[in-house]
């Protein structure tokens, strides 16, 4: 019932369309991108509702509150304590070994969801949101190498040409440049 109301919802009311091209495997890592607005949430939410995934995400402790905490986590919430001084790639690449669903979400970019991926082994789905074309588009599935700076480039590239619900807040920085 979920399913078809958020289906009718992203499809239907809001107009978006999907292109995915690649097969998803049991557990991976997403990188969406770009992400300009907090409406980039609610539009994942809905994604992963009307496609029947279970997705976890990272977002700041700050936003585990109540009553907000239960229900982010509930959704799939892993709150990322960033000021303390722990291995917290290491730790959540544990964590996507560990669970049997497992799945992830300026100029620098944080570059968490590589070195988890890296760490545990797992492929990067690379998720565009195009909100000028209305389009949730997800044509590669990465094999993280441990080149960083070689990875980090190809990854930014496959985002250069999806237009973000603020596309002002979106840079592939150097990566443009080459």
């Known amino acids: 019932m979920i399913r078809t109301i958020c289906k009718w919802m992203l499809y239907k009311k809001l107009g978006w369309k999907k292109t995915v091209t690649v097969e998803h495997p049991d557990k991976f890592i997403i990188c969406l991108a770009p992400h300009t607005s907090n409406w980039d949430f609610f539009l994942g939410q809905l994604y992963e509702r009307a496609e029947g995934l279970k997705i976890n995400f990272l977002m700041k402790k700050e936003w585990f509150f109540w009553p907000l905490g239960p229900i982010f986590k ?7 304590w960033r000021s303390k001084h722990t291995s917290l790639t ?17 100029k620098d970019w944080k570059k968490g969801f590589y070195f ?15 909100y000028e074309k209305k389009e949730i588009t997800c044509t590669e599935c990465f094999h993280p190498t441990g080149d960083v700076e070689k990875d980090m480039k ?3 590239l496959y985002f250069k040409d999806f237009k973000g619900k603020k ?11 080459e």
Do not use: C, W
């Open 154 to 156: 190809h990854i930014k």
């Open 90 to 106: 290491d730790n959540l690449a544990n964590t996507a070994l560990d669970r049997e669903e497992f799945r992830k979400r300026g």
């Open 116 to 130: 988890i991926a890296l760490k545990a082994n797992l492929p990067i789905l690379l998720y565009g949101v195009d």
């Open 167 to 177: 596309p002002e807040n979106f840079s592939i920085g150097d990566a443009a440049q």
């Open 74 to 80: 509930h959704m799939g919430g892993i709150p990322v």
